[in-house]
C-alpha cells in the first residue's frame, strides 16, 4: 500500500543536461587509473586503427587483376568479386546458379516470416516443410523440366546454409525424443537414451565426420552407397541431437510437478500429456538456448572442410590454392568472416530479444 | 480417500485392470521393444561392416599397433622416430594434445577473466571494447580463425632473414617465433624441487595459520608469506648453484635460427586461434559470475568492517566461483574437443596422428574408435571433476 501511494506521488525526475564535457568525464576519466587505462587504450587504437584503414580503405583494390594487386601496397579485395560466383556455389554448374539463389531467397524469406512470433501457428510448419521442399526441388533439379544437379556438385553457400538448416530441422524432433528418453521412468530406454547423450557430446564433431567418412559406408549392406554430403548431413544431425537433447531436458526439468500431475489427473495419456501440457510449455523456455544451437550448428558445419566436402570455406581456399590469387588469403578470410559474423549476429540478436520479450 | 487409494494400488498392483493395459507389463514390453530395436539395429550394422570387410579383405583388430610407423612427426614431446611403433607415435599425438590442452587453458583462463572484467568497467571505451571483443570472436568459427592465423604465419610474416623483434630477444618470421631462454642448467633441477618444496610449505602455514586464527581471533598475513616462500626457495637454490644466468639467444644460422626457444607456426597458429576463441566465451561466464552476487553482498561486507581484499576473498569469489567454475569446466572441455581441429593446419595432435595411421593402415574402425575413446576419457575425467566440485562447493542449507 506504502508502495503504491508513492509511486503515484513519484515527481518525474529532474531533466540534466549532459554535456560532452560531463559524459567524457563520468564515463572515461572518472578516476586517476580510468584516466590512464583511456589514454593507453587510445593510443593503442590509434596505433592500429589508421594503418588498418589504410592497408583496407585507402590503398586498397577492389576491381583489379591479382597482377595489379601485387603491384600495390594496399589490401587486394580484388580476390572476392573476381572469383565470388564460385565462392559462393562451388562446383554448381554456372548456367544454373540461379536455382540455389532462388532457394536462398526462399530461405532468408521464411526466416524473416518466422521471426514475428504472430506468425506462430500451426500453418509456420506446414510452410516450412513446403518451403524446404521447394529449395531441395531447386537444387536437385530433375523434376518440372529441371536439369539434374548431382548433390556432389553442390556447394559454397548453399551447402553450409542446407547443412545447418536441414540439420537443425532434422535434430530437433530426434533431440525431444531423446530429452524424453532421458526423463522416463524405465531404466533400459533412460540408459540406452543417457549412453548416446554422452557418448555424442563427449566426442568432437570431427571424430563423427571422420566416421560418416570412412566408416558409414562400412555399414551399409554391400552394394549401397549414399552420397558424402548425405553421410556428412547424417554425421551432424546426430551430433547436433544430443546438444538439442540436453536443452530441451532443461525446459523439461523447469515445468513445476504440478503441471506433470495435473496432466496425469484429467486422465490424459503419456503422448497427450507431453503434447498438450508439458512440451508446449517446456520447448517456449528453452528457444533462446535452441537459438544458440543453431548458432553453434552454423558455425560448425565449417568443419566439413576436413573431410573435403565443398562448403563455404573450402572453396574459398581452393580460390587461395589458385596460384595466381595465392598470399591474399587475409582479404579472402575477412570477407568469410563478415559472412558469419552477420549471420551469427543476427541470430543471437534475435534470441536476446526474444528472451526479453519471453521474460516479460 | 480411502477407495481412491485402492484404486490406485490396483492399478499398480495390475488388479482388476486387463492385462493389456497394466502399467509394469506396458514399461517392459516398451523396454524391450526399445533394447530389442537398438540391439537388432547394431548387428545389422555389425553384419553389414562384417561383410564388407570381408569383401574388402581387411583384417581387424588392434594388431598393427605394434608395426612400425614410418613417418614422421613434426614435435614431439617424447623421442620418436619414424622406425617407432604406432601405439609410440599415437603416444605423441595424445602428448601434443595435451600440451596445447594445458597452456591453452592457463592462457585462456587468464585472458578471458581479464576481458569479463573489463567487460564490466566503469570505463565506457573499455567495456565497449571488450563486448564487441566477444560478439565479434564468438561469432566467427573456430577452423576459420585457426586458418587466419595460420595463413598470418605464412602470408603476413616475413622470412627469418627480416625477422621481426617486438622485444629483445623475441623474433617473429614465417617460421614461427622464437625466444630467448636460460640455457639449460642442473640449477634449474633444483629450482624446480624448491618451488615445489615452496608450494608445500605454503600449504602446511596456511592449515597452521587458520588454525590459530580460529583459537585466538589472530591473523597471520599468510598471502605475502606464501609468496616469499614460493618465490624465495629457488631464488635461494638459484644462488646456491651459483646463480647461472648464461642465456640461449636465438641467432640466425642459414635460413633459420638456431638456439632459444622455438614455436611452430602450426602450434602458434593452433593456440593463437583456440586461446582467442574461448577466452570471448570465459569472458561471458566470468561476466555473468561476477553480476551473480548481489550488491548486498559487498554492502554488507564492508559493513562487517572487512578490507577491500578480504571482501574478494571472503565474500565475493567463493560465491562466484561456484557460478563461474561448471560452464568454465565445460569451456576447457570444449577447447580440448577443438583442438582436434589441428588436423586442418598440420600440427601433429592425437586426431591428427591417429587419421594419418588410418590412411596408412586402412584400420578405419580401430582408429576412429581411438579417437573417440581418448576423448571420452578427457570428458569423464573433467566430469569426475566437476562432480567432485560441486559436492564440496554445494550450498549447505538448513
Redesign the interface.
Known amino acids: 500500500m506504502a508502495k503504491s501511494l508513492t509511486t503515484n506521488n513519484r515527481s518525474t525526475a529532474p531533466i540534466v543536461r549532459i554535456g560532452v564535457w560531463q559524459w567524457l568525464k563520468s564515463?572515461?576519466f572518472?578516476?586517476a587509473f580510468?584516466s590512464l587505462?583511456?589514454i593507453l587504450?587510445?593510443l593503442f587504437l590509434y596505433k592500429i586503427i589508421p594503418p588498418f584503414v589504410e592497408w583496407a580503405f585507402i590503398d586498397s583494390l577492389w576491381f583489379s587483376t591479382a597482377d595489379q594487386c601485387r603491384a600495390g601496397h594496399g589490401a587486394c579485395w580484388s580476390i572476392i568479386p573476381a572469383n565470388i560466383r564460385f565462392i559462393i556455389f562451388g562446383f554448381y554448374p554456372y548456367e544454373l546458379h540461379w536455382r540455389p539463389t532462388v532457394a536462398m531467397v526462399i530461405l532468408i524469406g521464411l526466416l524473416f516470416y518466422s521471426k514475428n512470433r504472430n506468425h506462430w501457428n500451426r500453418s509456420l510448419g506446414a510452410v516450412w516443410i513446403a518451403g524446404l521442399f521447394i529449395m531441395g526441388v531447386l537444387m536437385r533439379g530433375g523434376f518440372f523440366g529441371l536439369t539434374a544437379v548431382e548433390s556432389d556438385q553442390w556447394g559454397g553457400l548453399p551447402l553450409t546454409l542446407m547443412l545447418s538448416v536441414f540439420g537443425m530441422v532434422a535434430a530437433y524432433p530426434l533431440g525431444i525424443l531423446l530429452a524424453l528418453g532421458r526423463r522416463s521412468?524405465?531404466?533400459?530406454?533412460k540408459t540406452?537414451c543417457i549412453l548416446y547423450i554422452?557418448?555424442i557430446?563427449?566426442?568432437?564433431l570431427?571424430?563423427l565426420l571422420?566416421?560418416s567418412a570412412?566408416?558409414f559406408?562400412?555399414?551399409?549392406?554391400?552394394g549401397l552407397t549414399v552420397n558424402k554430403i548425405i553421410r556428412a548431413q547424417a554425421a551432424i544431425i546426430l551430433f547436433t541431437a544430443a546438444y538439442i537433447a540436453e536443452v530441451v531436458r532443461g525446459g523439461l526439468q523447469a515445468i513445476p510437478r504440478g503441471q506433470y500431475e495435473a496432466a496425469e489427473s484429467l486422465g490424459l495419456t503419456y503422448v497427450q500429456k507431453m503434447r498438450l501440457v508439458v512440451l508446449p510449455q517446456a520447448l517456449k523456455i528453452v528457444i533462446p538456448p535452441t537459438v544458440g544451437i543453431l548458432?553453434s550448428a552454423f558455425?560448425?558445419t565449417?568443419?566439413v572442410?576436413?573431410i573435403a566436402l565443398y562448403d563455404i570455406?573450402k572453396t574459398t581456399?581452393s580460390v587461395?590454392g589458385n596460384p595466381s590469387w595465392m598470399?591474399?588469403?587475409?582479404e579472402a578470410?575477412i570477407f568469410?568472416?563478415l559472412i558469419?559474423?552477420v549471420c551469427?549476429?543476427a541470430m543471437?540478436n534475435y534470441s536476446r530479444r526474444l528472451e526479453g520479450e519471453l521474460h516479460s | 480417500m480411502q477407495n481412491g487409494a485402492t484404486a490406485n494400488r490396483a492399478l499398480d498392483d495390475g488388479q482388476g485392470v486387463s492385462f493389456l493395459n497394466d502399467r509394469k507389463v506396458r514399461?517392459a514390453a516398451?523396454?524391450?521393444a526399445?533394447?530389442c530395436m537398438?540391439g537388432l539395429l547394431g548387428y545389422y550394422?555389425f553384419n553389414?561392416?562384417v561383410?564388407?570387410?570381408q569383401?574388402q579383405a581387411i583384417a581387424t583388430g588392434f594388431g598393427f599397433l605394434g608395426k612400425q610407423a614410418s613417418f614422421e612427426i613434426g614435435e614431439s614431446l617424447i623421442h620418436y622416430s619414424a622406425a617407432d611403433t604406432y601405439i609410440r607415435a599415437l603416444l605423441v599425438g595424445v602428448l601434443n594434445t595435451l600440451k596445447v590442452a594445458f597452456i591453452g587453458i592457463i592462457l585462456t583462463i587468464i585472458l578471458g577473466t581479464f576481458i569479463g572484467i573489463a567487460r564490466l568497467?566503469?570505463?565506457?571505451?573499455?567495456a565497449k571494447?571488450a563486448a564487441v571483443y566477444i560478439?565479434?570472436m564468438?561469432?566467427?568459427?573456430?577452423?576459420?580463425q585457426l586458418?587466419?592465423w595460420y595463413?598470418?604465419f605464412y602470408?603476413?610474416l616475413p622470412a627469418p632473414r627480416e625477422a621481426i623483434e617486438p622485444v629483445v630477444g623475441v623474433f617473429m618470421s614465417n617460421r614461427g617465433f622464437v625466444f630467448a631462454v636460460p640455457e639449460p642448467h642442473p640449477a634449474h633441477v633444483y629450482m624446480a624441487a624448491a618451488a615445489f618444496a615452496g608450494c608445500i610449505a605454503a600449504y602446511v602455514l596456511r592449515r597452521w595459520a587458520r588454525r590459530r586464527q580460529e583459537k585466538t581471533g589472530r591473523v597471520f598475513p599468510v598471502f605475502i608469506c606464501s609468496l616469499g616462500i614460493i618465490i624465495g626457495l629457488p631464488f635461494v637454490a638459484w644462488l646456491l648453484a651459483g646463480a647461472p644466468h648464461k642465456m640461449s639467444v636465438p641467432e640466425l644460422a642459414g635460413f633459420n635460427f638456431q638456439g632459444g626457444l622455438n614455436v611452430s607456426p602450426e602450434f602458434g597458429a593452433l593456440l593463437l586461434g583456440l586461446v582467442l576463441y574461448t577466452a570471448a566465451f570465459v569472458a561471458e561466464i566470468v561476466r555473468a559470475g561476477i553480476q551473480a552476487i548481489g550488491k548486498g553482498q559487498t554492502e554488507a561486507a564492508m559493513a562487517i568492517g572487512l578490507k577491500r581484499g578480504q571482501i574478494l576473498n571472503l565474500v565475493i569469489l567463493p560465491q562466484a566461483l561456484r557460478v563461474i567454475i561448471p560452464p568454465l569446466t565445460s569451456q576447457m572441455l570444449n577447447l580440448t574437443?577443438?583442438s582436434?581441429?589441428a588436423?586442418?593446419i598440420g600440427f601433429p595432435d592425437f586426431?591428427s596422428v591417429a587419421?594419418t595411421t588410418?590412411n596408412q593402415t586402412g584400420q578405419?574402425?580401430e582408429g576412429?574408435s581411438l579417437?573417440?575413446l581418448v576423448?571420452?576419457c578427457?570428458?569423464?575425467l573433467t566430469s569426475l571433476f566437476m562432480n567432485w566440485y560441486n559436492k564440496k562447493m554445494a550450498l549447505v542449507e538448513r
Open positions: 564515463n572515461l572518472n578516476s580510468n587505462v583511456t587504450v587510445c521412468k524405465m531404466p533400459a530406454i540406452i554422452e557418448l557430446r563427449g566426442v568432437p570431427i571424430s571422420f566416421m570412412v566408416l559406408p562400412l555399414f551399409l549392406p554391400t548458432i558455425k560448425d565449417s568443419l572442410v576436413i570455406l581456399r587461395l598470399g591474399f588469403s587475409p578470410y568469410l568472416a558469419y559474423f551469427c549476429y543471437s | 514399461a516398451y523396454q524391450i526399445a533394447v537398438v550394422l553389414n561392416t561383410a564388407n570387410l569383401k568497467s566503469t570505463n565506457w571505451l573499455v571494447l560478439e565479434v564468438q561469432d566467427i568459427p573456430i577452423l576459420l586458418f587466419f595463413s598470418f602470408d603476413i574437443k577443438n582436434s581441429l588436423v586442418a586426431v587419421s588410418i578405419a574402425i576412429i579417437i573417440m576423448y571420452l578427457f570428458s569423464l
